[in-house]
């Protein structure tokens, strides 16, 4: 299956290169309203959302993550933002680095199941996008973590710096960001994902009492002369600008977003700051300096990690919400990253039922916001104060495909398209609609159902988007009715292309 693909990839970015692009109009809104985010993150470090255990069999962990991606559908939810990478070490088969013992468990060596081959299949199938979340620098959530032979701690110590409790790979040397750019590469050249995302974890977060030496590294590694905190961000300029190049290089069409920390600098620091009065921020403590990426086009989306409560008299969420929208959207899009971990913890503000549906609600009543990412899935295995019936029958009832980003090249290139894709032969057996695509236009990665009753098109409406080409008709109750299904797929860009020819129904 990876021969296959990688054979179909490369015949891909040659064809998108060398076709003579159409130009006509890309749908980039639903007929539900404007498209939008709506993710979840599913972290495979310390087995906090999947797998359970480490030593599962290959069989427990492909029902787990089937059962999280069949629960994340039913919840209205649209993306999954998974954790392929947590401490230099995948779950997916690597040439450059071992698999993760959350994982794979004690058997990580010998261990040839792919899961994010499995996991990208299975979320394509249900129509959800599925993007490969990876963190840059961690080798090691812990000192004594049990890391194999060829694992980057044990084949280049000199990369690493420990601080704390972790080992970290030191952003200031040119092998380490090379390194991650191999990683980078290998997954964008063999997995059909939607995106690759970062998470805030760049220069680590402070410690009290504890010092990140890289006095070394900063001595014979810079040229320019820079401050040591000029020269930390402009370390991470570097990982992030080059991700996004070779991200482009390989595939123009896949997503490269980041999801920092939720205050950037404060207002006191900075006149463009948000007003609050954050301890920790992206700019002077993580050396992550997000409004540059923006501005320089490194990234396509940013999830600001926006942990806090409406009112919080340091960072108040309504204001940094309001604040990533005016000092981003224009360029980017931008997705709230929300504290559902937070919900019914204890404290005032997070036992109030309605916190977090009013969080998700005021994202979405922004112009300047294009939707709501929530952290993280085992959440829901406890009381969320109604939380998931509150998404499956009232904020998410209505499926929507996620926002369209424009694609591009590295290089600045002009965005492209491929040619329409054709849907036909709609056809009806039992409780089943089934239809054939034109394969041989650009390739197809979702198809979108709507549905009308006969004879009111005004109320044609999303009803089900899948990677199936099949419908099964959902039970309704009352009376049955003749309905008028069209279907309309979805391609690799995220841009939806033209509906099929009608097909009537009564059900």
């Known amino acids: ?23 006509t109009t890309i749908n980039c809104s639903s007929a539900n309203g404007n498209r939008e985010m709506r993710g979840i993150w599913v972290a495979t470090v310390n087995n906090i959302d999947w797998p359970s255990a480490p030593n599962l069999s290959t069989a427990a962990k492909q029902k787990e993550a089937v059962a999280i991606i069949e629960r994340v559908k039913k919840m209205g939810l649209n993306c999954i933002f998974l954790q392929v990478r947590p401490s230099c070490d995948v779950i997916y088969n690597s040439a450059i680095e071992p698999k993760t013992y959350f994982v794979s468990g004690e058997s ?41 032979e060829n694992h980057v701690s044990k084949q280049h110590p000199d990369w690493t710096i420990k601080y704390s409790d972790k080992i970290l790979l030191d952003p200031g040397r040119h092998e380490t960001r090379q390194y991650i750019d ?41 040229p320019l002369n820079l401050s040591l905190e000029d020269w930390r961000r402009s370390n991470v300029d570097s990982v992030i600008k080059t991700t996004y190049n070779t991200i482009k290089r390989i595939k123009p069409w896949l997503k490269f977003g980041v999801s920092p920390f939720g205050v950037w600098r404060n207002q006191r620091d900075d006149s463009r700051g948000s007003d609050t009065r954050a301890g920790t921020t992206d700019y002077d403590v993580l050396y992550a300096n997000v409004l540059e990426w923006v501005d320089k086009g490194w990234v396509d989306y940013v999830v600001p990690q926006l942990y806090w409560e409406s009112g919080n008299k340091a960072a108040n969420f309504d204001v940094l919400a309001k604040w990533w929208g005016d000092a981003c959207s224009d360029k980017v899009q931008i997705y709230v990253g929300h504290s559902i971990f937070k919900i019914n913890s204890g404290s005032k503000a997070w036992n109030k039922r309605g916190e977090m549906p009013a969080q998700i ?33 009232r904020i998410y009832a209505k499926p929507s495909l996620t926002p369209f980003v424009p694609p ?15 849907i036909y032969n709609l056809d009806k057996d039992n409780d089943t609609i089934f239809w054939t695509v034109n394969e041989t236009c650009a390739p197809t990665r979702f198809f979108v159902i709507y549905r009308y009753p006969k004879g009111e098109p005004e109320k044609e409406e999303i009803v089900a988007i899948t990677g199936e080409k099949y419908y099964a008709l959902e039970p309704r109750n009352g009376k049955r009715r003749k309905f008028v299904f069209r279907i309309a797929a979805t391609d690799i860009w995220g841009s939806e292309h033209k509906k099929s020819k009608p097909i009537t129904v009564k059900y």
């Open 1 to 23: 299956m990876k021969l296959l693909r990688g054979v179909a990839t490369t015949l891909l970015c040659l064809f998108s290169v060398t076709q003579i692009w159409t130009q």
């Open 108 to 148: 990580a060596a010998t261990d040839t199941f792919d899961a994010l081959d499995f996991w990208i299949e299975e979320a394509h199938l249900r129509g959800l996008e599925l993007h490969a979340w990876i963190n840059p620098f961690r080798v090691a959530p812990k000192l004594d973590y049990v890391c194999a």
């Open 182 to 222: 191999s990683v980078i590469c290998e997954i964008a050249s063999n997995y059909d994902v939607d995106g690759i995302h970062f998470d805030d974890y760049f220069y680590p977060y402070p410690v009290k009492g504890e010092t990140f030496v890289d006095t070394a590294s900063y001595a014979a590694n810079n």
């Open 361 to 393: 609600e005021n994202v979405r009543n922004d112009a300047k916001l294009s939707g709501s990412v929530l952290f993280s899935y085992r959440q829901f295995n406890r009381n969320l104060l109604g939380l998931e019936q509150e998404l499956a029958e």
């Open 408 to 422: 591009t090249f590295a290089g600045n290139n002009p965005p492209v398209r491929g040619p329409q894709i054709d």
